[in-house]
């Protein structure tokens, strides 16, 4: 069973930590490549929503103006 173990590791661990560095260097690339981009934003109806969970996903349960 440790051996079965130890083989699965040896075999998955390495392929993960594989892509693990490449979607971390394409992450800092990709943000070095876009920081000379300017945006501006400008905010009309200041508003906040709250969600019946942690994500953007959930229902939206009520919403209030933000002073």
């Given at each position: 069973?440790?051996l079965?173990?130890?083989?699965?590791i040896?075999r998955?661990?390495?392929?993960?930590?594989?892509?693990?560095?490449?979607c971390?260097?394409?992450?800092?690339?990709?943000?070095v490549a876009?920081?000379d981009e300017?945006?501006?934003?400008?905010?009309?109806?200041?508003?906040i929503e709250?969600?019946?969970?942690?994500a953007?996903?959930?229902?939206?349960?009520?919403v209030a103006?933000?002073?």
């Open positions: 069973m440790i079965m173990l130890k083989q699965l040896e998955f661990v390495t392929p993960l930590r594989l892509m693990l560095w490449i971390l260097t394409s992450t800092v690339l990709m943000s876009r920081a300017v945006i501006q934003v400008q905010v009309k109806e200041p508003y709250f969600h019946s969970g942690p953007g996903g959930f229902p939206v349960i009520h103006e933000k002073d």
